[in-house]
């Protein structure tokens, strides 16, 4: 009981921190691992943000370059036609200009002219932008007053702003792929208003540009090319090589404008799927930059939850098994302790009972009160067959300490088993004879030579004799047969007694095992024998095993390896 308590104790003061430090580190892991796809999602957004930045600023210095191209021309000089002919001119060798305009706030639209010669593209151009060309709408509509006249606007608006600048002064000098033809870079700025208008058409967007030098009131300007500006846009895009993710450029419709990154759609993406999704600005009203992954893309997290899980689940299982593992010792040292206080009990009592006999006979014969001879020869026999038995107690006790500690020795010799086991059977034929046995024996002609510790095999044949005397005492007959096999020499010994329950056939060869460990019960013994035999034969190269084969009775097979 004392020990069961202990036992309960120890698992409950085991289990109770482990599984609770399995609970803390799944607790602590769930965070970690949230922790971590949250940070995925914020670098995630934070690229998001600076692609749609890179192309605000980008948009931001294209108009400026071209705002700046436009302000230098020198219109003082040049009338309307001319100043057509030289936007015309500067249309054909810029890639970026769509159309080109010349509007006059009392005078109207002076370029292009809606009339029979006017082309199909001034013709859409002049109804895309009709509000504007009638002068219904100003050029400065979209205008916030708190932009006027702040030049650097362009460098502190921020992305998701509504409308881009709607006045803006900039310096004179130009880059020579935006300058228009005829006009020369000047290092003095010429003032004057200036400003981009996102304009939407048909659900479309267009982009016009346009400039107000001073005094003039005359206003002129161009329209991007969207195909081409949205081309050079796009190299400002880095590449994204993140497994599972893309980065994709949308318009106010949810149409993809730009996708780069693994990931492929099979239609096209929506932003509300995005995990990231940033608005570019208000130089491309509507237009966002969107983050898209797919299951694999924040995997490193679940793949770390999994792995830490893992080596927590191995700490547990250490813990555990080092608990049941310690239990178990617990429990086997206390069964060995059982079975040694057993043990002694019973050798003591084994060795008690042979000397008392040979005490108890000997003080007769010596006291001269038997004087019949017959009588005198049956205290001797017993006095030498209690003698005997004490010897191959002894030598077991003994045997089984070398063993034990690693010291036994053998001394290895060659002879014949068939002679052997006739020896051994003469021996102990008035004993087997004494309990009841009809021995019956099966020997083959030839013979069969081994090489083994000949007082080995016979302290474990004469075992094998006790045990047949002690437990299959109601049997009528013990066989035993010599064969071999291709690499074994065989001893089968065979009784009909009770037999041994299927339970035991294998815990009858642990040490101090007995199947009845009382001291009242009838058959002595101390539980050493069948160990100290299967101990030495494996010692040898053999062993001993249960004879499963027999329907009623006990069997043992004895194996010596054979040696040519």
């Known amino acids: ?11 409950t003061l085991l289990l109770v921190p ?3 430090l399995a609970g803390s580190a799944f607790r602590q892991l769930s965070f970690e691992q949230e922790r971590i796809r949250r940070a995925g999602i914020t670098a995630l957004g934070d690229q998001a943000r600076l692609v749609a930045h890179n192309l605000d600023q980008a948009m931001a210095t294209l108009q400026t370059n071209l705002t700046r191209s436009l302000l230098d021309i020198n219109v003082k000089d040049l009338s309307p036609p001319a100043l057509g002919e030289r936007l015309l001119a500067w249309e054909k060798t810029n890639p970026l200009i769509r159309n080109v305009f010349i509007f006059h706030p009392r005078e109207g639209l002076l370029y292009p002219r809606y009339s029979r010669a006017a082309t199909g593209e001034e013709r859409q151009f002049i109804k895309r932008f009709n509000p504007l060309m009638t002068g219904d709408i100003s050029f400065e509509f979209n205008r916030p007053a708190d932009r006027e006249d702040n030049p650097d606007f362009a460098k502190t608006a921020r992305p998701g702003s509504l409308y881009a600048l709607s006045r803006q002064s900039v310096p004179a000098i130009s880059e020579k792929k935006n300058t228009a033809p005829g006009t020369a870079p000047k290092t003095t700025g010429t003032l004057g208003k200036s400003g981009w208008i996102p304009w939407f058409s048909d659900n479309q967007l267009y982009v016009l540009g346009w400039v107000q030098p001073e005094p003039e009131d005359m206003i002129y300007g161009i329209e991007l090319e969207m195909m081409v500006l949205l081309s050079r846009l796009m190299t400002d895009i880095p590449d994204n090589s993140h497994p599972g993710t893309a980065i994709v450029v949308m318009d106010g419709n949810g149409a993809t404008i730009h996708h780069t990154g693994p990931l492929e759609f099979d ?14 600005s208000g130089r491309l009203p509507h237009w966002s930059v969107c ?30 098994s080092a608990g049941v593992l310690i239990t178990r010792m617990t429990l086997a040292q206390s069964r060995d302790a059982r079975q040694k206080t057993s043990f002694v009990a019973a050798v003591s009592h084994e060795l008690k009972t042979p000397l008392t006999s040979i005490r108890m006979y000997a003080e007769l014969l010596l006291s001269r009160r038997v004087s019949n001879p017959a009588k005198q020869q049956a205290y001797l026999e017993v006095m030498v067959a209690e003698s005997e038995r004490l010897t191959r107690l002894i030598n077991n006790v003994l045997d089984f300490g070398k063993l034990e500690q690693g010291q036994k020795k053998y001394r290895i010799s060659e002879f014949d088993m068939g002679d052997f086991l006739v020896e051994c059977i003469r021996t102990n034929r008035i004993r087997l004879k004494k309990a009841g046995f009809e021995l019956i024996t099966q020997m083959p002609d030839q013979a069969l030579l081994v090489k083994t510790d000949r007082d080995a095999m016979a302290q474990a044949f004469l075992n094998l004799m006790d045990n047949a005397i002690k437990y299959a005492g109601s049997g009528r007959f013990l066989k035993i047969i010599l064969d071999r096999t291709s690499h074994y020499v065989q001893i089968k010994i065979q009784d009909d007694g009770p037999g041994i329950d299927p339970g035991l056939r294998e815990k009858i060869f642990n040490k101090f095992f007995r199947a009845d460990n009382s001291l009242t019960t009838s058959k002595p013994g101390s539980g050493l024998g069948l160990s100290i035999t299967r101990r030495m034969l494996r010692d040898l190269g053999g062993d001993i095993v249960m004879d499963t084969t027999l329907a009623r009775g006990a069997g043992f097979i004895i194996r010596i390896p054979i040696h040519e």
Request: glycine fraction near 4%; charged fraction near 20%.
């Open 291 to 320: 983050v898209f992954t797919d299951d694999s893309a924040l995997s490193e997290s679940g793949t770390f939850l999994v792995i830490a899980l893992i080596l927590v689940g191995i700490l547990v299982t250490a813990i555990v």
């Open 18 to 20: 482990a599984l609770v």
């Open 267 to 280: 239609h096209d993406p929506r932003t509300k799927d995005a995990v990231a999704k940033m608005d570019i």
């Open 1 to 11: 009981m004392t020990s069961r308590r202990a036992i309960i104790i120890f698992w």
